[in-house]
């Protein structure tokens, strides 16, 4: 089966970039490109895409404000958020959103094709249905779990970028997704709801 996937930023270069991570997976296919988010959802809803790559800052409309207008425009489409910005401070406005993964624009190709691959592959499982206004809590990765554990006991993004050999850059963007997954405002808030999910 082939991904069909759409690639929304509003710079040439950047979705030039993303674009050329795919031509070596002979499974995902670019089947469109949208510079603001009207196009984004006019692109999502014609196309129907299986994933949808979404620049959280666009030049008509804030990459959030598209993601929830996808919710309903293009409910199939798995969306994938590409930022260069600090995820923790988005993650409250996308953690009732559905959101597979918050990546940071410096993330490998190999990082983007398999976090496309997961989100067309539903690996996004639920893991339990929370209210309709929170949304599911989505499966956290392998890596997320990691991340969560440190979180527990009070490391910082540079002590959790040490501990698990990446630098504090990408470990910001994995405390970013799990506050997203878990529809926590902060740390804090975050380790609470694991332990209450049993994730802890």
């Known amino acids: 089966m082939t991904i069909r996937v759409v690639i929304v930023d509003d710079h040439p270069s950047l979705r030039a970039g ?34 949808v790559l979404l620049d959280i800052q666009l030049p008509d409309v804030s990459g959030v404000e598209v993601a929830r207008q996808l919710r309903d425009a293009a409910p199939r489409s798995a969306v994938i958020v590409l930022t260069g910005h600090n ?32 989100a067309a592959f539903g690996r996004r499982q639920i ?11 989505v499966a956290l990765t392998e890596r997320e779990r990691q991340v969560l554990t440190l979180l527990a006991g009070g490391y910082r993004n540079n002590q959790i970028g040490d501990a698990l050999g990446m630098s504090e850059r990408t470990a910001e963007f994995h405390v970013g997704n799990v506050l997203a997954k878990l529809h926590a405002k902060g740390r804090g808030e975050a380790v609470a709801i694991a332990r209450q999910e049993g994730l802890l």
């Not at 499974?27 to 999502?44: P, Y």
């Open 87 to 118: 995820t923790e401070t988005y993650a409250t406005e996308l953690a009732k959103l559905r959101i597979v993964a918050i990546l940071d624009k410096t993330s490998t190709a190999r990082e983007i094709v398999m976090a496309v691959r997961e």
């Open 18 to 51: 993303t674009r050329a991570f795919f031509g070596g997976a002979s499974d995902i296919e670019v089947v469109g490109e949208a510079t603001t988010g009207a196009e984004a959802i006019s692109l999502a809803t014609k196309l129907g895409p299986d994933v």
């Open 127 to 137: 893991v339990r249905q929370r209210g309709e206004e929170d949304g599911p809590i």
